[in-house]
């Protein structure tokens, strides 16, 4: 069997995942930002999944939403509304952009879910916002505790700190097989990987990265070589654009998502208070677009082109994402000083307007040079 399908298809059966860990007599809790302490949920003995959208038309959530509003926050809504999330037992937000936190309240009043919980995350890293922060993982270990009726101690915190961080290690594994010219895994399969950590048991997922370390170097086919890209933007929850970027002659090689190396780059420390430690990781990860700390993103950003040797770069962002467009011209001006041709893409997530956005991808990366 191919060491990558087992990864696409955790991500295809995300829901009937989610279904069969609940007749172990489990919970599920949904989350829908990176900054959602997930160890938190695991030592709860629950299920964390990342609660993703689909390619279908948003007609149920677009009765009581605005056009302007994030169709990738809509997406997700539209697919609670159809009762694909019936089985999530709680559902977790955080104060990343305005569009999530203003669905926070849509899900509070239409979507029937036993526990829903708001974690009030701060936009920067002060010392009095890490200790605010830290109020904020203790409130939510509390809710936790009183909503499932469960104890979670420091024991079953370090152990959750320990699966994730293997888990972390294992990805950054995976990603440097991306150093490789051609790479040994796509950019597709790269983000299917990713995804597919954030919807099943962390130690699953690691018995699976396992096996794809020893494995893949034996692969019956590699992945094509082309333009050396790194990709950008807004989240990116399925695999559509990727798979144009490398049907027309790209070679996606890192991304700056936190659906991708974002998410699981940082580790937690595994010395001190398990909670203080935990609260610390996700405040100082590598900051999304709504931090204030932009700076330390685009050194991120900038350091991935360089290691994994990109010669192109390409941003896609969400219509209406204001966090990632007010991002993006700075982006692009410290990509294009390192002498990197960038383009710069709205799109919607329901891929409308797909064949033009294809016409664009492969008209820039023809002038790129990764097409004869």
């Known amino acids: ?4 399908s087992p990864f696409r298809n955790l991500v295809l059966t995300r829901h009937d995942i ?10 599920v809790i949904g989350w829908s930002c990176t900054y959602t302490p997930e160890e938190l949920i695991y030592a709860a003995n629950a299920l964390p999944v990342m609660v993703f959208g689909d390619l279908e038309s948003t007609k149920l959530a677009d009765i ?17 509304l159809k009762g694909d999330n019936d089985y ?5 937000a955080s104060s990343s952009c305005d ?19 708001f974690i009030n995350t701060p936009h920067t890293r002060t010392e009095r916002a890490h200790n605010f922060f830290y109020e904020e993982i203790l409130r939510f270990k509390t809710s936790l505790e ?15 700190i320990q699966v994730y961080n293997e888990n972390r290690l294992f990805l950054k594994k995976v990603y440097d097989l991306r150093m490789n010219d051609p790479p040994l895994i796509s950019g597709v399969e790269a983000l299917e990987i990713v995804l597919s950590s954030m919807v099943t048991s962390k130690e699953e997922h690691n018995q699976l990265l396992n096996h794809l370390l020893t494995e893949v170097s034996n692969r019956a086919e590699m992945p094509k070589g082309g333009v050396r890209l790194l990709v950008s933007g807004s989240v990116m929850d399925n695999s559509e654009l990727l798979k144009i970027v490398e049907a027309v002659g790209g070679s996606v090689v890192a991304d700056d998502w936190c659906t991708g190396s974002r998410y699981f780059w940082d580790l937690v420390d595994s010395d ?6 935990i609260a610390e990781r996700y405040l100082n990860k590598i900051p999304s677009s709504f931090m204030l700390e932009g700076e330390e993103r685009f050194g991120h950003t900038t350091e991935m082109t360089k290691r994994f040797d990109v010669e192109a770069a390409i941003i896609f962002v969400l219509k209406f994402c204001d966090t990632h467009m007010f991002d993006a011209p700075q982006l692009m001006e410290e990509l294009k000083a390192l002498g990197l041709p960038v383009l710069y893409l709205e799109w919607e997530h329901s891929l409308s307007g797909l064949a033009q956005l294809k016409t664009r991808i492969e008209a820039f990366i023809e002038m790129v040079g990764g097409v004869e």
């Open 88 to 92: 999530l037992d709680g559902f977790v």
């Open 18 to 27: 989610a279904k069969s860990w609940k007749t172990k007599g489990k919970h």
């Open 1 to 4: 069997m191919n060491v990558l």
């Open 272 to 277: 001190g208070d398990p909670l203080h430690t």
């Open 146 to 160: 009183k909503a499932f009726g469960k104890t979670i101690s420091d024991v079953a915190l370090k152990n959750a």
């Open 64 to 80: 009581y939403l605005p056009i302007n509003t994030c169709s990738f926050a809509r997406s997700c809504f539209n697919s609670s």
């Open 99 to 117: 569009n999530r936190n203003k669905i926070f309240d849509m899900w509070r009043y239409h979507i029937k879910i036993p526990y829903i919980h």
